[in-house]
């Protein structure tokens, strides 16, 4: 069998969760325990399962178990021990005894440790009363005088625990993987979504094909989507996804939709100096170059000349798909021929004579 001694640590896998107890692995035809208190939230969820691999730390043989924790701490952590916590750079159980000037007095042990406001909390940080009274993790960063002199720290424990996840996270959340998200909030700029509790960005471009000027007409808070990861940096801590990756892209069949010669009533989505362009569908955009309006030129203001939603007749000239470029000329609306077309049927009905309107009344 193997010997450890008291406050050895390694990494090693979980290979079963009771009630009470996780058991791991010894590689010695044997399994140490450790209370399953530890993985325990404060909902009551166990946070590990068969499996996984965790870094433990051995604190005794009682009644031939081999006993392990994840943290040195308690009643049964002797000089010894937190000492060599110290110097492994393993993590103490320590009960906040009380606010002090400057930060906390904390208990480890049968000692007593020094956590600055500074070093209590991550992120979340809460008021001082909040912490009053808990048993938490800590790190001890120096030990002096036989341990008269210990000085804790609650926040690096929450920036090692954040940097794992993160690093688990970035493994998972990889640019071109697909993930559920939910809708956190709306901003001006698009929306922030929750992925297994990171924070991503949903620019308001990536919502849809068409136009967005508000990401609340698309999605709302609470809303679960799938979206596809576009852009990561981990270093910063920045992700963002697309919803519009998920759908399909309406320009793969726009040549086939919009062949040239197709005439269409749409709409301007945008006026720029060097011409409009103009709504055909869902996602297409056309441009109407400003040489193509009769009576404007070069340095005519278009924005003087037309409104964005204004409807206007085209002629599409020339698609380019996988460029996503369609050009377009103006044409006369629907409308327009269809009232043309009446009169022309009018003429083929005088037997090729000259169309005369009188003559046409008279027939009615």
């Known amino acids: 069998m193997v010997r450890f001694n008291i406050g050895d640590s390694f990494e090693t896998s979980v290979v079963a969760v009771t009630d009470t107890t996780v058991f ?16 325990k939230d404060e909902n009551g969820n166990v946070s590990v399962k068969e499996g996984d691999k965790i870094k433990v730390f051995f604190t005794g043989e009682v009644r031939g178990e ?16 937190i000492e060599n916590a110290f110097k492994g750079g393993i993590p103490v159980e320590g009960h906040v005894e009380a606010e002090i000037k400057g930060g906390f007095e904390v208990k480890v042990g049968g ?16 008021e001082p009363a909040f912490y009053v009274g808990k048993t938490l993790s800590f790190i001890i960063t120096e030990y002096k005088n ?39 909030s ?7 979504v929750n992925i297994q509790g990171f924070r991503a960005l949903l620019p308001i471009s990536e919502l849809s094909f068409d136009r967005v000027t508000d990401a609340g007409d698309v999605v709302e808070v609470g809303q679960e989507v799938n979206v596809k990861v576009i852009k990561t940096d981990w270093k910063n801590e920045r992700v963002s996804v697309s919803l ?24 301007i989505s945008k006026i720029m100096d060097f011409g409009l362009f103009v709504n055909l569908d869902k996602g297409i955009d056309g441009l109407v170059h400003i ?46 021929d269809e009232t043309a077309a009446k009169y022309m ?19 009615k």
């Open 24 to 39: 791991v692995d010894l590689s010695a035809k044997s399994e140490g325990v450790i209370d399953i208190a530890e993985f």
């Open 66 to 81: 081999m006993r392990f924790t994840t943290k040195i701490g308690g009643s049964a952590a002797d000089d010894t021990m």
């Open 111 to 126: 000692k007593r440790a020094f956590c600055p406001y500074s070093q209590m909390g991550f992120k979340d940080k809460k």
């Open 146 to 184: 036989d341990g008269r002199d210990i000085l804790v720290s609650n926040r690096k424990i929450g920036e090692s625990e954040y940097a794992n996840k993160l690093g688990k996270l970035a493994t998972q959340i990889t640019e071109g993987a697909v993930v559920t998200a939910v809708v956190e």
């Open 186 to 192: 709306i901003e001006k700029f698009g929306a922030f």
């Open 244 to 267: 519009k990756a998920m759908l399909r892209d309406p320009w793969e069949e726009a040549a086939e939709k919009f062949p040239a010669g197709t005439k269409v009533d749409g709409k």
């Open 291 to 336: 040489s193509e309006l009769e009576g404007l030129n070069a340095n005519t203001n278009l924005r003087k000349v037309y409104k964005p939603g204004q409807e206007m007749s085209v002629v599409v000239e020339k698609v380019d798909a996988a460029a996503k470029r369609i050009s377009l000329v103006p044409a006369s609306s629907k409308e327009q």
């Open 345 to 363: 049927g009018s003429q083929d009905d005088d037997d090729g004579e000259t169309y005369n309107p009188f003559a046409a009344l008279l027939k």
